[in-house]
Nanobody, 133 residues
Framework: DVQLQASGGGLVQPGGSLRLSCAAS????????IAWFRQAPGKEREGVSC????????FYADSVRGRFTISRDNAKDTVYLQMNSLKSEDTAVYYC??????????????????????????WGKGTLVTVSS
């Protein structure tokens, strides 16, 4: 079975840092795009960042660019999201998802300037990030 296990969420003060992990299993990791989305209470789901597991190309939403860094470890079938300088508006449930379109998906969203959930074929359960003093 395909599984995406997101972890690493928690409570952090504004300005603090967290690292989220998305551990994948049940499919060939190399050759997929892995994306992070988030949904805050009462708000629509928002694409945060994505990475191609084959060539490492990345995309960041304007709201997190310069503060968040996405990376992958193909040996561990895991993608990480390092979140620094966290703000209260980063509070949300964070989900990871995968697309078989890999670098094609990343190139697409780079051109669009925004992420889309279209083409994501598997989603993990979310991990809650709360930024509060």
């Amino acid at each position: 079975d395909v599984q995406l296990q997101a972890s690493g969420g928690g409570l952090v003060q504004p300005g603090g840092s967290l690292r989220l992990s998305c551990a994948a299993s049940g499919f060939t990791f190399d050759g997929h795009a892995i994306a992070w989305f988030r949904q805050a209470p009462g708000k629509e789901r928002e694409g945060v960042s994505c990475i191609s597991t084959s060539d490492g190309s990345t995309f960041y939403a304007d709201s997190v660019r310069g503060r968040f860094t996405i990376s992958r470890d193909n040996a561990k079938d895991t993608v990480y999201l390092q979140m620094n300088s966290l703000k209260s508006e980063d509070t949300a449930v964070y989900y990871c998802a995968t697309s078989p379109k890999d670098s094609v998906y990343v190139t697409l969203v780079q051109g669009m300037g925004a992420m889309t959930s279209y083409g994501m074929d598997y989603w993990g359960k979310g991990t809650l990030v709360t930024v509060s003093s």
